[in-house]
């Protein structure tokens, strides 16, 4: 699919391992410890992470996959490492204990989440745009090219995570959602405005961008230099993009946007509008 990174053979054999083969590679003991005490669900919802570990994430990733990439070019336990444009720029990709497709997009740089005032600086890096490239791994992992109106990203708000690194997840977007979606596809504009109907019970702000890929849009600054009050109070905002076939039946995405407000328990996770459970979807439903 174009704009997504293919993946290699080696890059199927990996996301193909079980966790209990992952018990059986003995260089990577410590990273079998930090995954199982993090083992997420919907980014920080669950009762069951709790007791996770808050840097799990991050020690991954800065600790295992940066220097098995630098000294051996095997990213393991990542299924990817791309520092090309440095390590401050760069990222990794992790497959998620959680859901047989599930990947994670991580910084190689500490970035806390959403808030971070580093993804709003001019230059900043797309981390959107990785992960959409990422998604080629939930593709290698369901053995098909699952089409894009069904893959999605997503970013939890501060309120609901329970790591303290950056990560996107990469997975398909609820077969109810994406049907809502799909029916007002016509009335989501140019700009941020209330979609029309709620999603999952919470209402969205909804936005179009067209594309392929979204290497010509950065959501998260989208998010903030449109949506009023979200640059001053990031950290409450909730992302989430699902790519979309727009108007013109042209490719593009719909990006979704909450605000987390935890006294009417809405902890902005807009992780809860992806699927991983059903990953691929059944053939039958993938109809335009």
């Not at 997503?154 to 997840?169: E, F, G, K, L, Y």
Request: one cysteine or more; aromatic letters at 6%.
């Amino acid at each position: 699919m174009t704009g997504r990174r293919q993946p290699c053979d080696e890059d199927r054999l990996y996301a193909a391992r079980s966790v209990s083969e992952y018990l059986r590679v003995p260089r990577r003991p410590n990273w079998l410890l930090l995954a199982l005490t993090f083992i997420v669900a919907a980014g920080g919802v669950t009762s069951g992470q709790a007791n996770a570990d808050p840097n799990a994430l991050w020690t991954i990733v800065h600790d295992q996959c940066v220097p098995d990439q630098e000294a051996s070019s095997d990213p393991a336990p990542c299924s990817l490492v791309d520092l090309d444009a440095g390590e401050s720029r760069g990222y990794a990709v992790l497959k998620d204990l959680v859901g047989a497709t599930q990947f994670l997009v991580i910084p190689t740089d500490q970035i806390s989440g959403i808030e971070s005032p580093i993804l709003l600086e001019p230059d900043a890096p797309d981390f959107f745009a990785a992960a959409w490239r990422a998604s080629s791994f939930v593709d290698a992992r369901a053995g098909a090219d699952i089409p894009r109106d069904w893959m999605s990203l997503a970013i939890n708000s501060a309120v609901a995570r329970t790591q303290n690194q950056m990560h996107i997840h990469v997975d398909c977007v609820r077969a109810d959602v994406r049907e809502t979606l799909s029916q007002h596809v016509t009335d989501v504009g140019s700009d941020w405005a209330p979609f029309p109907e709620p999603l999952r019970g919470h209402h969205y702000l909804a936005m179009a961008v067209e594309g392929e890929n979204l290497d010509a849009a950065n959501p998260v600054q989208l998010l903030a230099e449109r949506v009023s009050g979200a640059r001053e109070d990031m950290r409450r905002e909730t992302l989430v993009v699902v790519g979309a076939y727009l108007r013109d039946g042209q490719p593009g995405f719909i990006l979704l946007s909450d605000h987390a407000d935890p006294a009417t328990g809405n902890l902005g996770a807009g992780e809860e509008l992806q699927d991983h459970t059903t990953c691929p979807p059944p053939r039958g439903e993938w109809a335009k």
